[in-house]
């Protein structure tokens, strides 16, 4: 079963607008992650946030953890066409067992 | 694509033929992953491996199966190819499970089973 759910499921927005995508998940998790994924090609790594941080930004990325509603939002700013891209959360409950994805959110970037 | 590759790219084949989907990197990590994209799914883990030679089944593992004889390659094997196997596989690698780790993951295989 999926451990995160974005939402929305598809996003489209002007080019310039911010752009805020959220997750929410079951367990508790050592950390999250937000990966964005081109069409047609693998995932990117974009950022990760611990269980212990509230807040982190990379660039125009900023992200947020409240681990008390077991809720991240991924916020792009000043959107850019290629930012056109399907977005997924991921959980890492610190097992080896890899990461668990949710079914992503499309965003379109329009011109 | 951080060194990881994935072969052959694209699939046709069979109901009921095997198939073997290669994974290979130049990382030299020790964790490797075998997922699978389907629409409304998202990514799912099939099976992990946290060395040579020990592996481990993920949530879909039912249908395949694995081996990892050296660091570098990861093999994913479906014995008898059905039409629900028919999916983008994408293979991962991370250099560890700590709560820091990130995953890289390769280009994708997409296999399409008649």
């Known amino acids: 079963s999926q451990q995160g759910e974005e939402d929305p499921q598809a996003l489209s927005i002007q080019e310039g607008e911010n752009a805020t995508m959220n997750c929410s998940y079951k367990?508790?998790?050592?950390?999250l992650q937000w990966y964005r994924q081109n069409s047609g090609r693998g995932l990117v790594h974009l950022i990760l946030i611990r269980s212990n941080e509230r807040e982190k930004h990379s660039g125009r990325l900023r992200v947020t953890l409240d681990t008390s509603k077991k809720s991240s939002s991924l916020l792009i700013t000043a959107s850019r066409a290629a930012d056109t891209a399907s977005y997924f959360c991921a959980t890492d409950g610190g097992g080896a067992d890899g990461l668990t994805f949710g079914k992503g959110t499309h965003l379109i970037i329009q011109p | 694509d951080a060194g990881i590759t994935q072969s052959p790219r694209h699939k046709v084949t069979e109901t009921g033929t095997p198939v073997t989907l290669r994974c290979h990197q130049t990382e030299n990590h020790r964790y490797m992953y075998w997922y699978r994209q389907d629409p409304g799914h998202g990514l799912r883990l099939i099976h992990y491996?946290?060395?040579?030679?020990?592996?481990d089944k993920g949530e879909v593992s039912d249908g395949y199966s694995v081996s990892r004889s050296k660091t570098e390659d990861f093999l994913l094997t479906l014995e008898s190819a059905t039409s629900s196997q028919t999916s983008v596989y994408f293979c991962?690698?991370?250099?560890?499970?700590?709560?820091?780790?990130?995953?890289?993951f390769g280009p994708g295989t997409r296999l399409t089973v008649l």
């Open positions: 991962a690698i991370s250099e560890s499970t700590e709560a820091t780790d990130t995953q890289y």
């Open positions: 367990t508790s998790i050592n950390n």
């Open positions: 491996s946290y060395g040579v030679k020990d592996t």
